[in-house]
Antibody, heavy 118, light 107 residues
Framework: EVQLVESGGGLVQPGRSLKLSCAASGFTFSNYYMAWVRQAPKKGLEWVATISTSGSRTYYPDSVKGRFTISRDNAKSSLYLQMNSLKSEDTATYYC???????????WGQGVMVTVSS | DIQMTQSPASLSASLGETVTIQCQASEDIYSGLAWYQQKPGKSPQLLIYGASSLQDGVPSRFSGSGSGTQYSLKISSMQTEDEGVYFCQQGLKYPWTFGGGTKLELK
């Protein structure tokens, strides 16, 4: 059974940093692209970052480019999201997701809440 | 960026009723479309990919169709467990974008 378990969320002040983690199990982690998708409270879904199988390629939307960094450790079956210069508009539930070849997201974690506020 | 527009924003349906949700892309996405269901307090679940392929384990009352810029999700017989919010997402071009969602409630 595929499982994705996020951790590391919490309350952080604007301008500060936070690092999220995602522990994967139930599939060969190193064979899949992985992604982060977020959902602001009572809002829709926004793709945030994707990383290739080896970690050599990363992709971001303009809204987080230059502030967020996605990374992975295939030996530990773990995915990470380093978030710097956080803004109030980054407040959301962040989901770790498996990114398929068709550019869909076929498995999702339970999500972790990040609140950016002073 | 490709904009995804869903309609309606919300709807209610009776048990056994057929439900249809629409999704329009701002340009041709060549069937590169997925549908997700999100139940209250839960993470999204992939229902349909490639516009019409049913994800493993998803009930056959769900189906997807469409081409070009116009796509739809159909639930052939509304069940209690189908309540939730439905999102479409284009997978053709980076950045990958989602529709705003359609909230489905049981009447």
């Amino acid at each position: 059974e595929v499982q994705l378990v996020e951790s590391g969320g919490g309350l952080v002040q604007p301008g500060r940093s936070l690092k999220l983690s995602c522990a994967a199990s139930g599939f060969t982690f190193s064979n899949y692209y992985m992604a982060w998708v977020r959902q602001a409270p009572k809002k829709g879904l926004e793709w945030v970052a994707t990383i290739s199988t080896s970690g050599s390629r990363t992709y971001y939307p303009d809204s987080v480019k230059g502030r967020f960094t996605i990374s992975r450790d295939n030996a530990k079956s773990s995915l990470y999201l380093q978030m710097n210069s956080l803004k109030s508009e980054d407040t959301a539930t962040y989901y770790c997701a498996r990114h398929t070849m068709g550019n869909y997201f076929d498995y999702w974690g339970q999500g972790v809440m990040v609140t950016v506020s002073s | 960026d490709i904009q995804m527009t869903q309609s309606p924003a919300s709807l209610s349906a009776s048990l056994g009723e057929t439900v249809t949700i629409q999704c329009q892309a701002s340009e041709d996405i060549y069937s590169g479309l997925a549908w997700y269901q999100q139940k209250p307090g839960k993470s999204p679940q992939l229902l349909i990919y490639g516009a019409s392929s049913l994800q493993d384990g998803v009930p056959s009352r769900f189906s997807g169709s469409g081409s070009g810029t116009q796509y739809s999700l159909k639930i052939s017989s509304m069940q209690t467990e189908d309540e939730g919010v439905y999102f479409c997402q284009q997978g053709l071009k980076y950045p990958w974008t989602f529709g705003g969602g359609t909230k489905l409630e049981l009447k």
